[in-house]
């Protein structure tokens, strides 16, 4: 490495002119397959190497594929949202894209601000994983050559790719293991957010227990939040009939309604009461909760958007569902008292 300080601005005009080429050898130089003699390609990586020279990608991007892939995500401070930027970015960046997270809002509005800002950007992709985005929206995503990929949305928009978590089979199945466990008061409680997902888990559980002849009580207190979940139990163990058994329909809800349960109501879990969750979200598994939940096939999911941005051929409207993984824990009882 040369001691010569480099400039705060190096062109590859500067990285030519120190090695004695032209300015196309440099560019074919930095350019993957391009054409050019090995005497060349080592004058140029030596000059750029002393010179401090980088190809700026995103310039390039004006002018080609920019290899960026935006992220529209809200809620980033969720564990399961957190969770999910993580894996998808570390598997992104290990296939080669450029990743770009926009943080929003979940309204519409938001997200259709999102979206355009990654036209602004040129990306190739965009993988959408919170929120609603106008159908006219994605259109124009598509018709400006940019790949997009919905993650839990229940949207089938021509051109697009759809990938969910298959919501139905965790409802049937968190009735399952309530009703093996001897549970007949069951309860279930969601958030104002009405997600799809959501309401799917919500609308599944509720239909396989009156297929039982079982009637659900469902509450709704607010927010998908810690918070809410604690107002849910003061509402559900604040009346005379409450439930033996409880579908939370993600892991943060269950996670302050069993704390309220406990502290405030005296019940113990699971001999009392059981609750079952969704995510597996780390807080699931410390020693204090022990909730059985269902796992985001997170890495699965974030497989499949790698495979359908490096093989853009394969992406159509049909929505791809990937399975959620039981985890049983200490929170429902194994079988009948």
Same mark, same amino acid.
């Given at each position: 490495?040369?001691?010569?300080?480099?400039?705060?601005?190096?062109?590859?005009?500067?990285?030519?002119?120190?090695?004695?080429?032209?300015?196309?050898?440099?560019?074919?130089?930095?350019?993957?397959?391009?054409?050019?003699?090995?005497?060349?390609?080592?004058?140029?990586?030596?000059?750029?190497?002393?010179?401090?020279?980088?190809? @700026?990608?995103? !310039?390039?991007?004006?002018?080609?594929?920019?290899?960026?892939?935006?992220?529209?995500?809200?809620?980033?401070?969720?564990?399961?949202?957190?969770?999910?930027?993580?894996?998808?970015?570390?598997?992104?960046?290990?296939?080669?894209? =450029? %990743?770009?997270?926009? @943080?929003?809002?979940?309204?519409?509005?938001?997200?259709?601000? !999102?979206? /355009? +800002?990654?036209?602004?950007? /040129?990306?190739?992709?965009?993988?959408?994983?919170?929120?609603?985005?106008?159908?006219?929206?994605?259109?124009?995503?598509?018709?400006?050559?940019? +790949?997009?990929?919905?993650? @839990?949305?229940?949207?089938?928009?021509?051109?697009?790719?759809?990938?969910?978590?298959?919501?139905?089979?965790?409802?049937?199945?968190?009735?399952?293991?309530?009703? /093996? !466990?001897?549970?007949?008061?069951?309860?279930?409680? %969601?958030? @104002?957010?009405?997600?799809?997902?959501?309401?799917?888990?919500?609308?599944?559980?509720?239909? #396989?227990?009156? #297929?039982?002849?079982?009637?659900?009580?469902?509450?709704?207190?607010?927010?998908?939040?810690?918070?809410?979940?604690?107002?849910?139990? *003061?509402?559900?163990?604040?009346?005379?009939? #409450?439930?033996?058994?409880?579908?939370?329909?993600?892991?943060?809800? !269950?996670?302050?309604?069993?704390?309220?349960?406990?502290?405030?109501?005296?019940? %113990?879990?699971?001999?009392?009461?059981?609750?079952?969750?969704?995510?597996? =979200?780390? +807080?699931?598994?410390?020693?204090?909760?022990?909730?059985?939940?269902?796992?985001?096939?997170?890495?699965?999911? #974030?497989?499949?958007?790698?495979?359908?941005?490096?093989?853009?051929?394969?992406?159509?409207?049909?929505? *791809?569902?990937?399975?959620?993984?039981?985890?049983?824990?200490?929170?429902?009882?194994?079988?009948? /008292?």
């Amino acid at each position: 490495m040369s001691d010569l300080k480099p400039p705060s601005f190096v062109s590859a005009q500067m990285v030519a002119d120190r090695a004695g080429v032209s300015r196309s050898a440099v560019s074919r130089t930095f350019t993957d397959g391009a054409s050019v003699s090995e005497v060349t390609r080592r004058k140029v990586l030596e000059a750029a190497d002393a010179l401090g020279y980088h190809v @700026n990608h995103l !310039a390039r991007g004006l002018r080609e594929r920019s290899n960026i892939v935006c992220l529209v995500v809200a809620d980033m401070t969720t564990p399961i949202r957190a969770r999910m930027v993580d894996v998808l970015t570390r598997k992104l960046q290990a296939s080669g894209k =450029i %990743t770009m997270v926009i @943080n929003t809002e979940t309204d519409t509005e938001s997200v259709s601000a !999102a979206l /355009r +800002q990654t036209l602004n950007y /040129r990306a190739d992709a965009t993988v959408v994983l919170s929120g609603t985005p106008p159908a006219s929206l994605i259109e124009t995503c598509l018709a400006n050559g940019q +790949q997009v990929i919905l993650i @839990n949305r229940d949207e089938r928009l021509q051109g697009s790719s759809n990938l969910g978590v298959d919501n139905a089979m965790a409802g049937r199945e968190a009735l399952f293991l309530l009703r /093996r !466990a001897g549970c007949e008061r069951l309860g279930l409680i %969601t958030s @104002n957010a009405r997600t799809a997902s959501l309401v799917e888990r919500e609308t599944v559980f509720v239909e #396989a227990a009156a #297929a039982e002849g079982v009637q659900v009580v469902v509450t709704e207190a607010g927010p998908t939040s810690y918070e809410s979940g604690q107002e849910a139990a *003061r509402r559900v163990f604040g009346r005379s009939e #409450a439930p033996d058994g409880v579908f939370c329909v993600t892991d943060l809800l !269950a996670l302050g309604f069993m704390d309220v349960a406990r502290q405030d109501f005296g019940l %113990t879990i699971p001999e009392d009461l059981c609750v079952v969750g969704f995510d597996d =979200i780390e +807080q699931a598994g410390w020693a204090s909760y022990q909730l059985t939940t269902f796992r985001q096939p997170l890495n699965p999911m #974030a497989d499949e958007v790698v495979d359908l941005l490096l093989q853009p051929q394969r992406a159509v409207s049909e929505r *791809r569902m990937i399975e959620p993984i039981p985890v049983w824990r200490r929170s429902v009882r194994p079988g009948k /008292r």
